[in-house]
């Protein structure tokens, strides 16, 4: 089969990252991907023109866009703007900045059919498809609560685990602001804002609670999911999973019961499982509407209400 004929824009920690060995950036999964994918150009810097005459040059099918992400809507355009459309665009998270700018790629990607697929790590992950099987097979009933603690700037990484909410309990979601504020430290040491936040859905009675913590003190991305007859924590970036149920002893009030049941969590990929996804839904048209833009959007709306509230 012929390979992705591939663009890069965007050459930093998470384009180049350490090279070519590092399985973990766009430049080293491409790399290590070559049977696939072959990448035809680079680039990493801002300058008039740049985008157009690559895409002229090279026609490629995928654009991989990892430049900064105040820059991510001003790439897209320039690639829209362009006679020389590629088919999909793999597109960093967060993906924008505003309402504004979602719905106006929203509306560009339809009417000039380019996919959009999201880097949403967490929904590349096999961890996170276990986690979904395990909730299902544990019979905790209906999940009540879900607390969030991050650092790191709240649009930056808050948007892994409230993608995360959607991803394991469906969009359907529909979180309302009960209130927002900016935290305490108010930027965090590299400026990025946090927010605490908390969150209802009064159909579903599902509590959304998000606190930020400062990273110069160390840094935490957690997610606790209390269910009806018992509590999921997700720990330390994935590095931990555990599950505790109620204790149904009568005479000790339904306590959550002591034995932590830990999931075997495996050292995973998610860059090199996107990419296959990506080279499955262009060769054979898989299925990818879990990982798309339109399906992105419910998150990002979470993301801006918690600002705008602030
Ligand atoms: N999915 C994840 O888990 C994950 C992890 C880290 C970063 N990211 C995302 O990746 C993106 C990049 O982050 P980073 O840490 O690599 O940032 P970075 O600052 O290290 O790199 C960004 C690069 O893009 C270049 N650039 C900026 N504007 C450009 C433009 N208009 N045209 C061409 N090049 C341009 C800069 O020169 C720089 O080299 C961000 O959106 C970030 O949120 C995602």
Redesign the pocket.
């Known amino acids: 089969m012929k390979k992705i004929r591939t663009i890069l824009?965007?050459?930093?920690?998470?384009?180049?990252?350490l090279g070519v060995k590092d399985k973990g950036s766009h430049f080293g999964a491409l790399k290590n991907l070559k049977k696939k994918f072959l990448l035809l150009d680079i680039?990493?810097?801002?300058?008039k023109g740049?985008?157009n005459s690559s895409l002229k040059k090279f026609h490629p099918n995928l654009v991989v866009?990892?430049?900064?992400?105040?820059?991510?809507y001003?790439?897209c355009k320039q690639i829209f703007e362009s006679d020389f459309k590629p088919k999909v665009i793999f597109l960093?998270?967060?993906c924008f900045q505003s309402r504004f700018e979602l719905n106006e790629i929203l509306k560009l990607s339809k009417k000039k059919k380019i996919k959009i697929i999201i880097?949403?790590?967490y929904r590349f992950n096999k961890n996170s498809e276990k986690l979904k099987k395990k909730i299902k097979l544990n019979n905790l009933g209906k999940i009540r609560k879900i607390s969030i603690n991050y650092t790191n700037g709240f649009k930056?990484n808050s948007v892994?685990l409230i993608d995360l909410v959607y991803y394991l309990f469906g969009q359907n979601l529909n979180f309302e602001i009960i209130k927002s504020w900016k935290n305490i430290y108010t930027t965090d040491t590299n400026k990025k804002i946090n927010y605490n936040f908390y969150m209802y859905d009064k159909k579903k009675k599902i509590i959304l609670e998000g606190a930020s913590f400062n990273k110069s003190v160390y840094e935490i991305f957690d997610i606790n999911l209390f269910f009806e007859k018992g509590k999921i924590s997700v720990e330390n970036f994935f590095k931990s999973i555990f599950i505790q149920k109620i204790n149904l002893d009568k005479f000790r009030n339904k306590e959550l019961g002591n034995k932590k049941k830990f999931f075997k969590c495996i050292k995973d990929n998610?860059?090199i499982n996107a990419y296959n996804r990506i080279y499955q839904y262009v060769k054979i048209g898989t299925n990818i509407r879990n990982f798309d833009l339109e399906t992105n959007k419910k998150t990002m709306q979470t993301i801006f209400k918690v600002e705008k509230n602030a």
Do not use: A, D, F
């Open positions: 824009i965007g050459y930093g920690k998470m384009g180049k990252g680039i990493y810097r801002k300058k740049l985008i866009i990892c430049v900064s992400s105040q820059n991510h001003n790439v960093e998270k967060p880097n949403q790590t930056n892994h998610p860059l």
